[in-house]
């Protein structure tokens, strides 16, 4: 049973001024997509641009903002509140208020939208990850993988060890080890000058690839990854390798290459070759997965299975 007097304070229900809301940028969503510290007028762009707050501008034009679901705040200096639950439908709010359009600028003051319900979080930081872990890790509003690694980030940042993160969270220390090990390897190919891919769903992709990717034994033991004991540091890893592996899965704008992997299926076919070294090494001088995986021999029927399904897709894809 937790400590009564370690449980947040009753949350209070007040109408705020927008003006006097901020983005919150230790959100781990933002954080995933735009890196540590994003300025205000980035976190909006993103809001727009990737996470679509735009399309709920229809409803506040039509429905006014319901008061069902009031944003969730945590006071600051000065009298401004950061949102912590929210972030996207304060951008179709500020939107609606910044419009070059009159029919919308016309429905943000008849709905009355320069104040919203917020409800102000008055716990302490371990109270504030515990609930956004319950909203989006072990609930139904999942974050997407960087989102998902930027956060467990935090926890352990707030000095809590990986079996206290785990029972906050649900997710084995494994699972939490793979999530960081992604973070560590992305900054690794930043520093070796690593151009990341240029919109917010390909970084997604990819690091939903590389978490993928690292969990398979034969690409593990391609990239001769060591992992620090403390997940926050970063690991050993062949520069050269990660670089490839990097290349494969996103492609590399400087260079003008494509990804050779460009699907999730294909991922447990480049781990069949990298299995094997004449295989890996066929694959590395520009043959397609599927044939230098072939090389190494298909060890079962569901890699059979997949050799097969991947031979008809490039053949429909090349007529």
């Not at 009298?79 to 912590?84: D, E, R, S």
């Not at 989006?136 to 206290?164: C, F, M, N, V």
């Not at 891919?197 to 593990?220: F, K, M, Q, S």
């Not at 999730?264 to 090494?281: F, K, N, S, V």
Request: one cysteine or more.
């Amino acid at each position: 049973m937790s400590d009564p007097a370690s449980s947040p304070p009753r949350p209070a229900l007040v109408e705020l001024d927008i003006a006097k809301l901020r983005f919150d940028p230790t959100n781990p969503r933002l954080v995933g997509l735009l890196g540590p510290r994003p300025r205000q007028d980035q976190i909006r762009r993103a809001l727009i641009d990737y996470a679509h707050a735009d399309y709920l501008i229809p409803s506040l034009m039509e429905n006014g903002y319901l008061p069902y679901e009031p944003l969730v705040v945590r006071p600051e200096k000065r009298g401004t509140h950061v949102v912590l639950e929210g972030n996207r439908r304060l951008a179709a709010v500020l939107a609606l208020r910044d419009s070059s359009d009159e029919a919308e600028r016309r429905a943000f003051q008849e709905r009355e939208l320069a104040h919203l319900p917020c409800v102000v979080f008055a716990g302490n930081r371990d109270q504030e990850l515990a609930y956004q872990g319950l909203r989006h890790i072990t609930a139904t509003r999942d974050w997407p993988p960087s989102a998902r690694g930027a956060y467990l980030e935090q926890i352990l940042q707030s000095g809590k060890s990986l079996a206290e993160a785990g029972r906050m969270v649900s997710v084995a220390t494994p699972g939490i080890r793979d999530a960081l090990l992604v973070r560590r390897l992305l900054e690794r190919a930043r520093e070796l000058g690593v151009t990341p891919p240029e919109t917010p769903r390909e970084r997604e992709l990819l690091n939903g690839y590389l978490g993928d990717a690292i969990r398979r034994t034969n690409i593990r033991l391609y990239l001769q990854i060591t992992e620090h004991p403390n997940p926050l540091h970063a690991p050993s890893v062949n520069d050269t390798r990660l670089k490839n592996l990097i290349t494969w899965l996103s492609g590399n704008p400087q260079t003008g290459e494509s990804p050779r992997i460009t699907t999730i299926w294909e991922i447990p076919i480049l781990d069949q070759a990298l299995g094997h070294p004449d295989a890996a090494r066929a694959f590395e001088e520009g043959e397609s997965a599927v044939d230098a995986a072939e090389q190494a021999g298909a060890e079962d029927d569901r890699m059979r299975a997949l050799l097969s399904r991947a031979k008809v897709s490039a053949e429909l894809a090349a007529r």
